[in-house]
C-alpha cells in the first residue's frame, strides 16, 4: 500500500508540474504573438509614413489622440496610474480605439503612433498590441535616409536660359542719358557700383543664419548643364554677365563662378519635390505671404501649377515650387529651394530679395535685380531634404521594448 501511495503521489506531482509548463508555456508564447503583432505595426507605421496611403502619416488607431487625451490607462486624469502624461497614446485613454488583428476571435488590437523629435527627419514611432490580459509595447527611433534634391550650386538654369542684369544696366544707362548736362560721369558710375554692391550671387556654403560656414565646400555661383563638348554652355553663361559683375558671382573657381554639371536639372527636382507637396497655392499675386513649419520636423513644400507675384514682404522656409513665371514685387526672403518652370523677375522687387540655400530655373529668362542675394547654403537644403519622409527610407537607430 505504502509502495501504491508514493506512486499516485508521484504521478500526481508529476502531472501538476506538467500543467503549470503548458500554462507558463501558453503565457509565452501569447507576449510572443503579441511581440509579432507589435513589430508589424512599427512596418505598417513606416510604410505609411513614406507613402500615406491612409491619410494618417503612420498612426493606427491613434489618429484622434492628443496631449488632452493623455489621462493614462484608467481614462481619468490625476490618478498618475500607468501611462499617463507620457506624451504617448496608451490603452484606455479617450479618443485611441485599436485595430484589430490576428485571428477571428483573438481579441486582439494594435496602437501605432509618430511623435516628431527635436531633430529633423527623425521619429519616434510607438507600436502597441493588446492582449486579453497583457499587452507589448516597442518604441524605435528611426532616422530618415538621405535624399538628394539639389545640384549644388547657388544657381541653375538651363544652357537656353537668358540672365538679364536690369538692376545693374539700368544704372549703366544713367551715364549715357545726360539731358541738358545730366549728371556727371562719376555720379552715374557711382549709382551703378551701389546696384553691383547689393546684387551678389555665392557658391560660398552658408549656414542658417547667413553667414560663411568656413567648413563648408564652395560650389558654383552659377552651373548649368554640359554642352556637346565641355565648356561650350559654361561660355554661354558667362557671355551673358557684364564685366562690372563678375566680382559679385562668387564661389568655386570665381569670380566669377560658373560652371557645368549633369545634376543641373530643375525639371527632374520639380518633379521630385512635386510628390512631396504639403500645400498648394492658387496661381496670381500673393500680398505677404508666409510659408512656415506647420509640424516640428517637416518644412513645407509649396506648390503653385501656374504664375506666382508675391508683393507686400513675403517669407518662407522648405521649398517653393511654381509651374510658370515668378515674380517678386515687394520683398522676398526664403530659406531652402526655389524651383522655376517658368520666367524669372527679380528686378521688379521694391524691398530686396534673399534666397539662402538655391534657386533653380530652366526659364526662358531670368532678370536680376540690384538688391537679389543668392546665398548657398548646405545646411538650409539639408535640413529641406531630412524633412521630406514621403517615400524615404528609414534606418532604426534606438529600440526599447516594455
Known sequence: MLVLFMVLM????????????????????????????????????????????????????????????DVGRDGVLGT?????????????????????????????????????????????????????DSYVTIERVYAANPLKVTSGSALSVAPETRLLFNGIREARK??????????????????????????????????????LNKDGAAVFGIVTRPGDSDGTNK??????????????????????SVGESPDCEAEKVYNLLKEHVTERLSPGNHQNLVLSPQAAGQLPVALVEGDLDLGGVSAGTGALLVEGSFTVSGAFSFQGLVVVRGDVELDKATGGVQILGALM??????????????????????????????????????????
Open 10 to 69: 508521484f504521478l500526481a506531482g508529476h502531472f501538476a508540474v506538467l500543467q503549470k509548463s503548458q500554462q507558463q508555456s501558453a503565457f509565452f508564447l501569447g507576449r510572443s504573438d503579441l511581440y509579432q503583432y507589435a513589430e508589424s505595426g512599427l512596418a505598417l507605421g513606416i510604410h505609411d509614413l513614406q507613402h500615406n496611403q491612409s491619410g494618417h502619416r503612420g498612426n493606427i488607431g491613434t489618429e484622434r489622440w492628443t496631449p488632452l487625451s
Open 80 to 132: 498618475l496610474d500607468e501611462g499617463e502624461q507620457d506624451a504617448i497614446p496608451t490603452p484606455g485613454e479617450p479618443n485611441v480605439q485599436p485595430a484589430a488583428v490576428g485571428p477571428d476571435g483573438s481579441g486582439l488590437g494594435l496602437l501605432v503612433s509618430v511623435h516628431p523629435t527635436p531633430y529633423v527627419g527623425v521619429f519616434l514611432l510607438v507600436s502597441t498590441c493588446i492582449g486579453r
Open 174 to 211: 544713367q551715364e549715357t542719358r545726360k539731358p541738358g548736362g545730366g549728371a556727371p560721369l562719376a555720379a552715374a558710375l557711382s549709382s551703378a557700383a551701389k546696384a553691383v554692391s547689393t546684387f551678389l550671387l555665392d557658391g560660398a556654403d552658408h549656414d542658417i543664419s547667413g553667414a
Open 235 to 256: 561660355a554661354v553663361i558667362l557671355s551673358q554677365i557684364p564685366e562690372e559683375a563678375h566680382v559679385r558671382i562668387l564661389g568655386s573657381g570665381g569670380p566669377p
Open 361 to 402: 530655373a530652366d526659364g526662358s529668362s531670368i532678370a536680376f535685380g540690384g538688391s537679389t542675394k543668392i546665398l548657398y547654403s548646405s545646411a538650409a537644403l539639408l535640413s529641406l531634404e531630412q524633412s521630406i519622409t514621403r517615400g524615404r527610407s528609414y534606418s532604426p537607430i534606438y529600440y526599447n521594448e516594455r
